[in-house]
């Protein structure tokens, strides 16, 4: 059965939420995801590019000194999301990992990827 296009659910194992729908009712990111998103959109809406579309998912992980203790368990949370424009051309995705620079910020235009600091340093659109 497939699942409707804007859904939200509770996940039990990891804990979390994910989320699939419209960009307008995303759930909140981090307060550093937040301003690169505002960085991004800034750049994007100067040239009618906007995004339409987020897959989000907000997971618990139990931290690598706690899993000795099951009693003791302290959990990080992750967010990881994909957003992607109405024209299909661009798409940030952001993926978080327990391991030391395993996660990746990433945009996508045109299928060429870039690291999202070096991108916002350096811009480059699908209609350059």
Same mark, same amino acid.
Not at 26 to 29: G, I, N, Q, T
Not at 47 to 56: A, E, G, L, R
């Given at each position: 059965m497939p699942l409707p296009y804007n859904y939200t659910r509770s996940l039990n194992l990891p804990k979390g939420l994910s989320y699939?729908?419209? /960009?307008?009712n #995303?759930?909140?990111?981090t307060k550093s995801q937040e301003k690169i998103l505002i960085k991004i959109q800034n750049i994007l809406i100067n040239?009618?590019?906007? /995004?339409? &579309? @987020?897959?989000?998912g907000k997971f618990k992980q139990p931290t690598k000194n706690t899993m000795r203790s099951l009693s003791q368990v302290k959990y990080i949370?992750?967010?990881? /999301?994909?957003?992607?424009?109405?024209?299909?051309? @661009?798409?940030?995705? #952001?993926?978080?990992a327990d391991s030391p620079g395993g996660s990746q910020n990433t945009i996508y235009i045109k299928g &060429? &990827?870039? /690291?999202?600091n070096k991108w916002l340093n350096n811009p480059i659109l699908p209609n350059n």
């Open positions: 699939c729908g419209s /960009f307008e #995303r759930p909140a990111l040239n009618d590019i906007y /995004f339409s &579309k @987020v897959w989000y949370n992750q967010h990881n /999301f994909a957003m992607i424009s109405d024209c299909g051309r @661009v798409l940030w995705r #952001r993926y978080e &060429k &990827k870039y /690291f999202i």
